[in-house]
């Protein structure tokens, strides 16, 4: 009995299975396959941009270097699903490799060196999370860096991989993994405002458009709505990417405290709108950040057994 509902259930069980696996079993990042792809495709950058080249240039082969390694990995990977002897489960793995929850260890940590005093540790130790310059930030710099990270990531690398995984199976993530791992890699070298990084951007704009708004209003129903609303009007929609405003919005209101603003990258100084009207935020905030996303992660966990039952009844 127990067997036939397990087999009727697989996908779900294996669903649950990555979940738990992304959180306790994570490899190490010096042989994680999203290691080499990011080296791979920062190499590429390295070797094609140009501080002479046209803006067309840099348009056409930011294009080609996000979609020429993207695709190649995933036209292999499809037909290795067609010989493996179990699909449902190396879609799976996929997704196992395609969630990131690393970040929340770092901003524990980072938190723990702040109450201790060792700034310039935790500066180093932010520095492998942000691609924004941190040598010159101060406490609350760290602090509001931290803060911003964790929900950006949060969102990006953990719910937006589920939902799309949830609609359009394994290979839809990972083509949203590969597009993120693309940029991140490549803000390491480049300004956010490159060229080169405009259609990689372009595209993950119109690709989360949806599903992140969604996810935003829906948790702001469960957290603040008229604050979170107030926010999205007022705040979000300057901010100097959209969907990022949203995600900080959405956390700013919640936690009662302000967020973002300027910041740096290799040496420029680049304007952003605060987001928020309360208090700058304090170590004790990174704190309070996990336990929200806590609470929020099993409420999404529950909502996504409920979607994938109400998908496999229709």
């Not at 996000?66 to 990977?77: A, K, Q, R």
């Not at 979000?236 to 740096?264: D, K, V």
């Not at 992660?297 to 109400?310: D, P, Q, V, Y």
């Amino acid at each position: 009995m127990i067997l036939q509902i397990l087999q009727a259930q697989e996908g779900l069980l294996i669903f649950y299975i990555a979940l738990f696996c992304a959180f306790y079993f994570r490899p190490s990042n010096l042989y994680h396959p999203n290691t080499l792809f990011t080296l791979i495709t920062g190499n590429l950058a390295k070797r094609v941009v140009k501080s002479n080249s046209a803006v067309s240039h840099h348009l056409l082969c930011g294009t080609l270097a996000f979609i020429l390694p993207s695709v190649t990995l995933l036209v292999l990977l499809y037909a290795l699903s067609y010989i493996s002897f179990y699909p449902q489960w190396f879609g799976g793995l996929i997704l196992f490799l395609c969630l990131d929850t690393h970040y929340e260890k770092r901003v524990q940590r980072i938190a723990k060196l702040l109450k201790v005093g060792q700034k310039g540790s935790a500066k180093q130790l932010l520095d492998t999370m942000v691609a924004r310059d941190t040598q010159s930030l101060s406490e609350i710099g760290i602090i509001k860096a931290c803060l911003d990270s964790l929900a950006l990531n949060s969102l990006r690398q953990f719910y937006l991989i589920l939902i799309f995984y949830l609609i359009g199976g394994p290979y839809l993530a990972l083509t949203y993994k590969l597009m993120m791992l693309c940029d991140h890699s490549w803000r390491q070298q480049l300004s956010p405002d490159h060229p080169f990084l405009k259609p990689v951007q372009q595209t993950i704009y119109v690709l989360e458009w949806l599903p992140l708004r969604a996810f935003v209003l829906v948790m702001s129903v469960t957290q603040s709505f008229a604050k979170t609303r107030h926010y999205l009007k007022h705040y979000a929609q300057h901010y100097s990417n959209t969907h990022s405003g949203w995600i900080t919005a959405l956390f700013a209101a919640s936690l009662n405290i302000q967020l973002a603003g300027p910041r740096f990258y290799h040496g420029q100084r680049f304007d952003n709108i605060r987001i928020g009207s309360d208090r700058q935020p304090q170590v004790d905030d990174i704190t309070q950040m996990l336990k929200l996303q806590a609470t929020m992660r099993w409420f999404w966990l529950g909502l996504s057994g409920l979607i994938w039952a109400g998908i496999n009844l229709i």
